[in-house]
């Protein structure tokens, strides 16, 4: 599957922004996605992950109460809402998608940049 992120950009402390994450392919609906960020001069960190049906869904402690991850599996889009943004949520964003239960991402997309001012 081949994944595209979209709907970065710059936006003041306190802002929102939404992020997309489009899916090739028939199989989107079979795969568990997860969103990610990394903020210049840092490593990779998780941010959030919706299961198959979008029932089962979790946040890094840092995002929980701010961020909101969808998905559409009719459109083989994900989503994440982003509200009440901080400078430190700065980052490229990612999505990425695995077989669910898997134990590591397999596809990723490229990413879309956040910047937040402060």
């Known amino acids: 599957v081949q994944l595209q992120a979209s709907g970065g950009g710059l936006v003041q402390a306190g802002g929102s922004l939404s992020l997309s994450c489009a899916a090739s392919?028939?199989?989107?609906?079979?795969?568990?996605m997860g969103w990610f960020r990394q903020a210049p001069g840092k490593e990779r960190e998780f941010v959030a992950t919706?299961?198959?049906?979008?029932?089962?869904?979790y946040y890094a402690d840092s995002v929980k109460g701010r961020f909101t991850v969808s998905r559409d599996n009719t459109k083989n889009r994900v989503y994440l809402q982003m509200n009440s943004l901080k400078p430190e949520d700065t980052a490229v964003y990612y999505c990425?998608?695995?077989?669910?239960?898997?134990?590591?991402?397999?596809?990723w997309g490229r990413g879309t940049l956040v910047t937040v001012s402060s």
């Open positions: 392919g028939r199989t989107f609906s079979s795969y568990e």
């Open positions: 919706i299961n198959r049906s979008g029932v089962s869904i």
């Open positions: 990425a998608a695995k077989v669910e239960g898997g134990s590591r991402y397999v596809y």
